[in-house]
């Protein structure tokens, strides 16, 4: 019983840990990009949106919050 | 073996966004850029025709009822030239020139195109020829318009267009 809960909670910190990778390279990307077409308007908004960046960063760190340990 | 793991997808991560950032530079550092109109399609750098109550879609064609038409373009500062590729077919409009803003409100200079060539089947063909430095924009948005005229003895006419190619060349 005790070895299924440990399990579990490794389990748990892996996505924890994933999802913090995730957030931290999304939203400093998105970041980025942002300053960057603010800067030159169209760079980057003429190719790609930026908010999809955003987007994934809001669901890895709504993850990162219910798996808060 | 979680923690390998992890490092390997970061990697991929990081190396994914570096690449992001090469692709949009790739992407803006082109020598010239051909967008081709879609219609009833806002593109990023290409708006659609407007207003809706001037332009009627029939067959894939866009047919200018009314004049003028606008059409905006988003483009990056350091592209210089604009050149403009329009096949249409008059059906009682003709075409006059292509107009760009040279300033706020309704301030339009009015061009006749450069070169002008009869296809097949009626139509034809106007390229225009545009200097970018001189139009006048807010933010990154330059607006242009395409002019026509009704024909002789015809109150209600249509301009008829198959494409609308725009080249920006630095």
Known sequence: MKLKFNLLKKKENFWRQLSTIIFRVSF???LVLFIVDYLIPGFVTNWFN??????????SGLIVVIFKE | MQKPLLKIVTLILILSAIGLGIWLINKNFFQQLVIKSIPEK??????????QDRVRIEND?????????????RTLPWF?????????????RELEGVGWQVGPGFQYQIKEPILSRSLADGWQEAIFDLDLTKVYQQKNVKRFLISTLAAEGQERGELKIQSLELTVER
């Open chain 2, 42 to 51: 806002n593109q990023p750098m290409l708006s659609t025709l407007g207003p």
């Open chain 1, 28 to 30: 400093v990307s998105c």
């Open chain 2, 80 to 92: 210089s030239r604009l050149r403009i590729s329009l096949i249409y077919r008059p059906a009682g």
């Open chain 1, 50 to 59: 930026p908010i999809w960046l955003l987007i994934v960063a809001l669901i």
């Open chain 2, 61 to 73: 064609y866009q047919l200018i009822l009314d004049s003028p038409v606008y059409f905006d373009l």
